[in-house]
């Protein structure tokens, strides 16, 4: 399976636990992409990557979070001090730039819930 | 906030019908995609079209985009069960900007 994947698929957590997920892109992707999805609403844009370099980070990302991508491969997103308000789907997508077209390929997302 | 908007929220029709979504956007594009979510799982890219396209055809897929009115719609033709999903529009101004994507509009298609 050459798609990207994520791990783990879901993750139920307390109140105040730190927590990380995995994402493993495409391997030739130049891009990777943080989305975190509640229900009912479309993908919220949270950080992205260009090879190693982490070029853009939202509001939405509270100094709980911290998103790594060491080597330009797989990504990390850790969630410190979780809060209920942190349950929601976090999708990764990864994505080979050509030109000014890009098209997103995402992960199957981790699902967290936090108690 | 998102970018794009799409419209109806919810649509339920029959099997066989054709079911058409619409998304507004308010900024400059330089392309626009429509992604497909089944529930619970991630994203499928459907189709993508440039600013400088007026239509484009995938399958039983149609895409237009009408750059004046920042607007594009989707169609699916002859609908089957198994296109019920929830549809998002996302757009992209191109060079180092990210795409954003839209709501989404949930599609159920009855048997």
């Known amino acids: 399976d050459t798609g990207v994947s994520q791990d783990p698929r879901h993750k139920i957590t307390k109140r105040g636990q730190n927590v990380t997920f995995r994402c493993d892109p495409i391997s030739e992707h130049n891009r990777l992409y943080w989305y975190r999805q509640t229900l009912g609403q479309g993908p919220e844009f949270l950080t992205y990557f260009q090879n190693e370099a982490q070029l853009e980070k939202s509001r939405l990302l509270s100094d709980r979070f911290s998103a790594e991508r060491p080597k330009g491969s797989f990504s990390t997103l850790e969630i410190q001090r979780t809060e209920q308000g942190d349950s929601a789907m976090y999708l990764c997508?990864?994505?080979?730039?050509?030109?000014?077209?890009?098209?997103?390929?995402f992960g199957p997302g981790t699902r967290l819930l936090v108690l | 906030s998102q970018q794009g908007e799409e419209d109806p929220q919810a649509l339920s029709i029959q099997e066989g019908e054709n079911a058409t979504m619409n998304c507004s956007y308010k900024?400059?594009?330089?392309?626009l995609q429509w992604y497909r979510q089944n529930s619970g799982r991630g994203l499928v890219h459907l189709i993508l079209i440039r600013s400088n396209e007026r239509e484009k055809h995938s399958g039983r897929l149609r895409v237009t985009l009408d750059t004046s009115k920042k607007s594009s719609s989707l169609l699916i033709t002859a609908s089957r069960a198994a296109d019920t999903a929830s549809y998002f529009c996302?757009?992209?101004?191109?060079?180092?900007?990210?795409?954003?994507f839209g709501a989404g509009t949930r599609l159920f298609v009855k048997a």
């Open positions: 997508a990864s994505s080979l730039i050509i030109g000014e077209q890009e098209t997103q390929y």
């Open positions: 996302a757009t992209s101004r191109g060079g180092g900007f990210k795409t954003i």
């Open positions: 900024t400059s594009i330089n392309n």
